[in-house]
Protein backbone atom coordinates (compact mmCIF):
# COMPACT_ATOMS: atom_id res chain seq x y z
CA UNK A 1 0.00 0.00 0.00
CA UNK A 2 1.10 3.53 -0.61
CA UNK A 3 1.61 5.87 1.84
CA UNK A 4 -0.17 9.15 1.50
CA UNK A 5 1.47 12.49 2.13
CA UNK A 6 -0.87 15.26 3.30
CA UNK A 7 -0.78 17.73 0.36
CA UNK A 8 -1.28 20.67 2.78
CA UNK A 9 1.31 22.25 5.15
CA UNK A 10 1.23 21.50 8.87
CA UNK A 11 -0.15 25.52 9.89
CA UNK A 12 -0.64 25.09 13.57
CA UNK A 13 -0.90 28.07 15.68
CA UNK A 14 0.73 28.98 19.32
CA UNK A 15 -2.60 29.08 20.75
CA UNK A 16 -3.90 25.40 19.63
CA UNK A 17 -0.46 23.90 20.64
CA UNK A 18 -0.84 26.24 24.37
CA UNK A 19 -4.07 24.35 24.30
CA UNK A 20 -2.38 20.96 23.59
CA UNK A 21 0.17 21.77 26.26
CA UNK A 22 -2.26 22.53 29.24
CA UNK A 23 -4.11 19.07 28.35
CA UNK A 24 -0.56 17.08 27.96
CA UNK A 25 0.09 19.14 31.17
CA UNK A 26 -3.19 18.00 33.15
CA UNK A 27 -2.56 13.87 31.74
CA UNK A 28 1.38 13.73 31.22
CA UNK A 29 1.49 11.29 35.04
CA UNK A 30 -1.33 8.57 34.04
CA UNK A 31 -0.42 7.25 30.26
CA UNK A 32 -3.61 5.45 30.81
CA UNK A 33 -4.89 9.26 29.57
CA UNK A 34 -3.48 8.90 26.06
CA UNK A 35 -6.55 8.82 24.16
CA UNK A 36 -8.27 11.74 25.99
CA UNK A 37 -5.19 13.41 25.01
CA UNK A 38 -5.25 12.11 21.36
CA UNK A 39 -9.19 13.13 21.39
CA UNK A 40 -8.64 16.77 22.63
CA UNK A 41 -5.80 17.31 20.41
CA UNK A 42 -7.72 16.14 17.41
CA UNK A 43 -10.82 18.79 18.67
CA UNK A 44 -8.17 21.27 19.23
CA UNK A 45 -6.53 20.66 15.21
CA UNK A 46 -9.03 18.91 13.39
CA UNK A 47 -6.56 16.23 13.12
CA UNK A 48 -3.82 14.61 14.12
CA UNK A 49 -0.66 15.28 11.75
CA UNK A 50 2.65 13.85 12.40
CA UNK A 51 3.48 17.34 14.37
CA UNK A 52 0.83 16.88 16.74
CA UNK A 53 1.29 13.06 17.42
CA UNK A 54 5.01 14.17 18.30
CA UNK A 55 3.84 16.68 20.48
CA UNK A 56 1.86 13.69 22.23
CA UNK A 57 4.43 11.58 22.41
CA UNK A 58 6.98 13.41 23.85
CA UNK A 59 4.82 15.30 26.37
CA UNK A 60 3.01 12.29 27.25
CA UNK A 61 6.59 9.91 27.60
CA UNK A 62 5.37 7.64 25.61
CA UNK A 63 6.44 6.38 22.12
CA UNK A 64 5.47 8.31 18.88
CA UNK A 65 5.04 4.41 17.66
CA UNK A 66 2.21 3.60 19.96
CA UNK A 67 0.76 7.51 19.58
CA UNK A 68 0.83 6.21 15.71
CA UNK A 69 -0.88 3.12 16.21
CA UNK A 70 -4.03 4.02 18.21
CA UNK A 71 -4.38 7.00 15.52
CA UNK A 72 -4.22 4.91 12.75
CA UNK A 73 -6.51 2.06 14.75
CA UNK A 74 -9.53 3.66 16.02
CA UNK A 75 -11.28 5.62 13.01
CA UNK A 76 -12.43 8.53 15.06
CA UNK A 77 -8.88 9.80 14.21
CA UNK A 78 -7.91 11.80 10.92
CA UNK A 79 -4.58 11.61 9.65
CA UNK A 80 -5.01 14.44 7.05
CA UNK A 81 -6.68 17.62 7.60
CA UNK A 82 -10.80 17.75 6.04
CA UNK A 83 -11.72 20.51 3.38
CA UNK A 84 -14.38 23.13 3.65
CA UNK A 85 -16.35 20.64 1.81
CA UNK A 86 -15.85 16.55 3.12
CA UNK A 87 -17.11 14.53 0.71
CA UNK A 88 -18.34 10.80 2.10
CA UNK A 89 -19.29 8.30 0.05
CA UNK A 90 -21.35 5.39 1.02
CA UNK A 91 -19.58 2.28 0.23
CA UNK A 92 -21.82 0.05 1.98
CA UNK A 93 -24.05 -2.82 0.46
CA UNK A 94 -26.50 -1.41 -0.69
CA UNK A 95 -24.89 1.27 -1.98
CA UNK A 96 -21.91 -0.62 -3.55
CA UNK A 97 -24.40 -2.83 -5.39
CA UNK A 98 -25.94 0.10 -6.88
CA UNK A 99 -22.47 2.24 -8.42
CA UNK A 100 -21.12 3.60 -5.33
CA UNK A 101 -17.14 2.58 -6.13
CA UNK A 102 -17.74 3.97 -9.73
CA UNK A 103 -18.94 7.61 -7.98
CA UNK A 104 -15.81 7.67 -5.62
CA UNK A 105 -13.61 6.67 -8.31
CA UNK A 106 -15.40 9.62 -10.65
CA UNK A 107 -15.08 12.09 -7.52
CA UNK A 108 -12.03 11.29 -6.98
CA UNK A 109 -10.53 11.94 -10.60
CA UNK A 110 -12.50 15.07 -10.44
CA UNK A 111 -10.29 16.37 -7.45
CA UNK A 112 -7.31 15.04 -8.11
CA UNK A 113 -7.20 13.17 -4.71
CA UNK A 114 -7.38 9.80 -3.71
CA UNK A 115 -10.42 8.97 -0.39
CA UNK A 116 -8.48 10.00 3.02
CA UNK A 117 -7.29 13.30 0.97
CA UNK A 118 -7.80 17.00 0.54
CA UNK A 119 -7.29 18.88 -2.33
CA UNK A 120 -4.33 21.42 -1.93
CA UNK A 121 -6.85 24.41 -2.06
CA UNK A 122 -8.07 22.89 1.34
CA UNK A 123 -11.62 23.22 -0.11
CA UNK A 124 -12.40 19.51 -0.44
CA UNK A 125 -11.66 16.11 1.20
CA UNK A 126 -13.15 12.70 0.30
CA UNK A 127 -13.64 9.59 2.30
CA UNK A 128 -15.14 6.46 2.36
CA UNK A 129 -18.02 5.30 4.99
CA UNK A 130 -20.01 2.04 5.50
CA UNK A 131 -23.84 2.71 5.82
CA UNK A 132 -25.15 5.99 6.57
CA UNK A 133 -29.01 4.62 6.65
CA UNK A 134 -30.35 5.77 3.42
CA UNK A 135 -30.20 2.56 1.34
CA UNK A 136 -33.43 3.38 -0.57
CA UNK A 137 -31.46 6.38 -1.98
CA UNK A 138 -28.38 4.20 -3.00
CA UNK A 139 -25.73 4.95 -4.06
CA UNK A 140 -25.98 7.91 -1.77
CA UNK A 141 -22.96 10.35 -0.70
CA UNK A 142 -23.07 13.33 1.72
CA UNK A 143 -21.35 16.55 1.30
CA UNK A 144 -20.97 18.23 4.53
CA UNK A 145 -24.33 17.75 6.01
CA UNK A 146 -25.68 17.77 2.53
CA UNK A 147 -26.89 14.12 1.24
CA UNK A 148 -27.43 12.82 -2.72
CA UNK A 149 -28.93 10.10 -3.32
CA UNK A 150 -29.58 8.11 -6.47
CA UNK A 151 -26.92 10.08 -7.86
CA UNK A 152 -25.32 8.89 -11.31
CA UNK A 153 -21.77 10.24 -12.56
CA UNK A 154 -23.14 12.50 -15.14
CA UNK A 155 -24.65 14.16 -11.82
CA UNK A 156 -21.27 15.09 -10.28
CA UNK A 157 -20.15 18.22 -12.09
CA UNK A 158 -23.41 20.07 -11.36
CA UNK A 159 -23.34 18.75 -7.37
CA UNK A 160 -19.74 20.02 -7.19
CA UNK A 161 -20.37 23.73 -8.28
CA UNK A 162 -22.65 24.14 -5.90
CA UNK A 163 -20.01 24.24 -4.04
CA UNK A 164 -17.24 26.23 -5.64
Avoid: W
Avoid at 64 to 83: D, H, I
Avoid at 99 to 110: A, R, T
Avoid at 114 to 130: I, L, M, N, Q, Y
Wanted: glycine share 8%.
Amino acid sequence: MQKKISKLPFNGTPEQAAKLQAVIEECKNDKSRLMHVMQQAQAIYGYLPIEVQAMIAEGMDVPLEKVYGVATFYAQFALYPKGKYNISVCIGTACYVKGSQELLDKICEKLGIAPGECTEDGKFSVEECRCIGACGLAPVFTINEDVYGKVTPDQLDDILAKYN
